[in-house]
């Protein structure tokens, strides 16, 4: 009967190892009502590394951060690869905000390859200076103020926001009389950072377009920072480290990617090593004490069998 009973308890134990195993995705988090998941994280070591240190929950408000300061996210579109921001000294059609207090938007040199405002997001540029670099332009190229996506200051200026600085469109008027115009549009691409102190512009409005919708003038535009991200390469690592039940994520230097699966974390996919040498399998408190319950359990009816 001893036997017997070690079968038993062995089938148990053999049953419990493979659901310490099961591992679940604790990086996908929320903050609000937003989804966080690859390839970002709220938590270190969790998502693509082009992407860490750059989401924080505060009172369940998400908080975007980069170089060029803090924004609200006000969505992520997982489809379409966006996220959309929102920055509160930014002008809109109804309220100019000056005094150069906007944050522009910028990233560090070494996350340009991961993020950078869509194609169809127009900046304009507000009371800027006669020596902005704007119009003495920038290297070795003329940069015009243009309309982005059928946006752009002409519609801009209309606008109740002007009115109420007591702006009057009379042809060519402007803050500088004949000098450059009160508000120049161009893409983000054209000069890879909107930092008003650098541009010396006293403001800064931002739209995007929501294709395929078409809003007729610029009280309908969809106001905000829309920014465009994509992960380098085709992240094969990250597809296969899924596949196989692992949550992508980086090591402790901040740079190479690791598949975290349960109890150890492996450097291609959670089916391509076993258990490390070295280390124990781990169990829950309900699965220790469910073990051992049946081993009382079994131990004492092969007592009983025994005795009779």
């Known amino acids: 009967m001893g036997s017997a009973v070690f079968a038993v308890w062995f089938l148990w134990a053999a049953y419990l190892i493979p659901l310490s195993w099961c591992h679940t995705n604790t990086c996908r988090s929320y903050c609000g009502n937003i989804t966080i998941d690859y390839p970002f994280a709220l938590q270190y070591g969790c998502g693509h590394p082009g992407f860490r240190d750059l989401l924080f929950c505060m009172n369940e408000v998400l908080m975007f951060h980069v170089s060029s300061g803090s924004y609200r996210v006000l969505e992520i579109d997982y489809a379409y690869q966006a996220l959309t921001l929102h920055e509160p000294h930014m002008s809109t059609c109804h309220n100019l905000v000056l005094g150069s207090r906007g944050n522009g938007f910028s990233v560090e040199p070494w996350r340009a390859p991961y993020m950078n405002p869509a194609a169809d997001n127009v900046f304009m540029l507000i009371a800027c200076s006669p020596r902005s670099p704007l119009f003495q332009g920038f290297p070795g190229k003329h940069l015009p103020c243009r309309n982005v996506s059928g946006m752009g200051c002409e519609e801009y ?44 512009c006293e403001g800064y409005s931002s739209a995007y377009s929501v294709a395929p919708l078409k809003v007729d003038g610029p009280g309908g535009w969809s106001y905000g920072i829309r920014v465009r991200y994509s992960v380098q390469g085709n992240d094969e690592f990250c597809g296969a480290c899924e596949a196989t039940g692992g949550t992508c994520g980086y090591g402790s230097d901040g740079i190479r990617q690791v598949c975290m699966c349960g109890d150890f974390n492996s450097t291609s996919n959670c089916d391509s090593v076993g258990l490390p040498s070295g280390a124990r399998p781990t169990y829950t408190q309900d699965q220790v004490l469910a073990g051992l319950l049946t081993y009382v359990v079994l131990w004492m009816t092969s007592n009983q069998i025994s005795k009779v």
Do not use: D
């Not at 060519?172 to 950072?193: K, L, T």
């Open 157 to 200: 200026l209309s606008c109740p926001a002007w009115e109420m600085m007591g702006h009057k469109r009379l042809g060519s008027a402007s803050f500088f009389g004949s000098g450059p115009p009160e508000c120049c549009a161009v893409p983000y691409q054209a000069i890879r950072e909107i930092n008003l102190t650098k541009l010396q």
